[in-house]
């Protein structure tokens, strides 16, 4: 056994949960009228009701006490302090210094890298009023109208995603569109909507030379070529947000136009930096800043807010609490908002890519489950759907739903028909429905006893299946940032009690040198293959069939 599972606090929680296991949530609530009220916390524009949950003030102690006991208040703290907690890839993990507006320095290894970040939004905010006044030009003179977004992973996920949440706040003058898919048909669909005369390229690559970004920006490039321009008109239609600026100037970019990118911001909490220039021009600077100030106010509530009211330390733990305790493998979203449809995705990939771990900070294997796969989707679509294997399968599925009080372009019958789906879901999967109960509604339907009780048991379901809704008025800017920050934490928090490194992704680093391997062999078609014999039974049909 590990240290941790060893851990009293640990101990203590395997005998609560064995507890909680023989109540039901119905008589929770039945035993305790102030449940409700006792279970909601509010920060940052964001209410969540964690009522619904196998839980009582004993287990939400014994919570409190594993993160007491794992130290993650400290972990928290050296995290904001820029010490180097990403230990593998030596270095600091400063993602929230991208959204500091206390006016306090945050040191990096001596130095304050405030002045670089705050310089870094002044050329977005410029650059941003430049394409949207149409100070900036293509090199026919023309408006910037179309922006060509290509980057992969964090560079692609988290602007695309958050721009279709703000639909409502977008700049018309101006349309954003995402590539990421090394799929030539993706970029060719794109290209082919677009006057390159009007068209704008932002290329997103630390290193200039990720496979997947780089190649759909040389067919961007040779597609400008094409349409008429010339290698010098590229640095009026292509910028990059890179560390390599060699490599942005040599392929014909203004060095003006290249913006930064620091090693202490990994590519899933990149949003913050100038990765999210497309969002800035998708929405506007001040919307984009809203964005930046929510999440700043997120950051300030998980640092200081008391354990007990701290909405990343509650959401985290409850995590813990099911995937270790109960045995959960996954954790759905259900965001009851069109617009945040593509949340769930967003979140995928931060808890998976920084959670996905198997192995301790002292090098320990881990003898408990880490990270849950995260899937979602939007409501009410997935209740005709997955929905069924949450109230009636045979695994256990905590749930977090979503739901904005009020929405742009309000229909009242269609919004109401959607908070009566989100709150009657919640309802459901908590309180389920008896054989007994089952039986009564089929009483009068002229069974006979065998057909009746056949029927009553299909269509009994458990319930006692643990859900939190968060409430906010409406999905602004500033909401948005609060609700991205709070994910963030609660991931960070959960790595904290695991022991893993959150901010290291070998696996994706793995996967990324494999593929190049086996790229060369299929470009150079007359190199050896020596793969294991499936790799190169693969690689061998694809020669042939492009030949």
Request: with cysteine; charged share 20%.
């Amino acid at each position: 056994m590990t240290a941790l599972t060893q851990s009293p606090a640990w101990q203590n929680l395997a005998a609560l949960a064995e507890k909680i296991k023989t109540q039901h949530m119905r008589d929770m609530f039945a035993a305790d009228p102030q449940r409700a009220n006792k279970y909601t916390q509010a920060a940052c524009g964001i209410e969540l009701d964690f009522s619904k949950n196998l839980i009582t003030d004993e287990v939400m102690s014994a919570l409190q006490s594993l993160t007491t006991d794992c130290q993650v208040a400290e972990k928290r703290d050296a995290m904001f302090a820029g010490e180097i907690i990403n230990q593998t890839e030596q270095r600091a993990v400063l993602h929230t210094a991208l959204r500091n507006f206390s006016g306090k320095p945050v040191m990096v290894d001596g130095e304050d890298v405030m002045p670089e970040v705050l310089a870094c939004q002044r050329k977005i905010e410029d650059f941003v009023a430049k394409v949207h006044s149409a100070e900036l030009t293509g090199y026919t003179g023309k408006p910037l109208k179309e922006i060509v977004a290509i980057g992969i992973g964090g560079s692609f996920l988290g602007p695309k995603i958050m721009s279709e949440a703000l639909k409502p706040y977008w700049f018309k003058g101006v349309k954003v569109h995402y590539v990421a898919n090394v799929d030539g048909c993706h970029i060719q669909d794109v290209l082919a909507s677009v006057d390159h005369e009007e068209t704008l390229v932002v290329m997103s690559s630390k290193s200039f030379g990720t496979q997947e970004t780089l190649q759909n920006t040389l067919t961007a490039k040779a597609w400008f070529l094409k349409a008429g321009g010339k290698q010098e008109d590229i640095a009026k239609h292509f910028i990059a947000v890179s560390s390599n600026i060699k490599a942005a100037t040599e392929f014909g970019m203004a060095e003006d136009n290249i913006f930064p990118m620091w090693d202490w911001v990994g590519g899933r909490y990149s949003l913050w930096s100038a990765i999210g220039l497309p969002v800035a021009l998708t929405i506007g600077y001040d919307n984009y800043r809203a964005l930046l100030q929510g999440a700043f106010e997120m950051d300030e509530h998980f640092q200081t807010a008391p354990a007990e009211q701290n909405l990343p330390m509650i959401l985290a733990t409850l995590g813990v609490w099911y995937i270790n305790f109960f045995g959960a493998q996954s954790h759905v979203l259900l965001p009851y908002y069109h617009y945040l449809r593509g949340f769930p995705a967003y979140v995928q990939q931060l808890d998976m890519e920084s959670n996905g771990k198997r192995v301790s900070g002292d090098k320990t294997v881990t003898d408990y489950e880490t990270g849950p796969v995260i899937w979602g989707s939007e409501g009410t679509n997935g209740q005709h759907s997955f929905h069924q294997l949450i109230h009636q399968g045979t695994v256990l599925i905590p749930a977090d739903f979503m739901l904005p009080l009020n929405v742009p372009n309000q229909d009242d019958t269609h919004h109401a028909m959607l908070a009566s789906n989100c709150f009657g879901q919640t309802q459901a999967l908590m309180q389920g429905k008896t054989f007994d109960e089952c039986s009564a509604d089929l009483a009068s339907k002229g069974l006979s006893d065998d057909e009746l009780e056949s029927l009553a048991t299909h269509k009994t379901m458990p319930g006692n299946k643990p859900s939190n809704t968060f409430l906010f008025d409406k999905l602004d800017p500033k909401t948005l940032g609060s609700l991205i920050a709070l994910y963030e934490h609660k991931v960070f928090v959960q790595g904290a009690i695991w022991g893993v490194n959150s901010f290291d992704q070998w696996g994706v680093e793995l996967g990324k040198e494999l593929g190049n391997q086996v790229l060369d062999k299929l470009v150079n078609t007359d190199a050896e293959l020596n793969f294991d014999t499936s790799t190169n039974q693969l690689i061998a049909k694809f020669r042939q069939a492009n030949s």
